[in-house]
């Protein structure tokens, strides 16, 4: 059985709004090799990493960025466990989590 993905709405001030949607480990960052690329220059190039865990489950884990990495306004230490309603702030990118699609149809 294969993972349900998670969607991953990114509110980028630089690089606009969009949708992406996850079923692996993926990294958050500057960086073009990335999953999910940003334009802020406040995030690091390898700024956070969304883990896939056992299950459907995720967790985020700052990559020392400089800037921090925040779930719901709260400085990530570690790993932490995120779902889907959860909010995670990267520089001034916000990346909302979704059980499913929330693009407009």
């Known amino acids: ?25 993926s990294q958050l960052g500057r960086d073009l090799t990335c999953e999910v690329v940003v334009g802020d220059a406040e995030a690091s190039r390898r700024h956070a990493e969304l883990i896939a865990t056992d299950g459907d489950r995720w967790q985020v884990r700052d ?6 990495t925040f ?14 309603g959860d909010v995670v702030r990267i520089g001034r990118v916000s990346v909302e989590l979704h059980a499913t699609d929330p693009t407009p149809h």
């Open 1 to 25: 059985m294969s993972r349900s993905p998670l969607y991953l709405y990114v509110r980028d001030p630089i690089d606009g709004d969009r949708v992406v949607a996850v079923r692996a480990t």
């Open 63 to 68: 990559l020392d960025s400089t800037n921090g």
């Open 71 to 84: 779930v719901n306004d709260r400085r990530v230490v570690g790993a932490v466990d995120v779902a889907a």
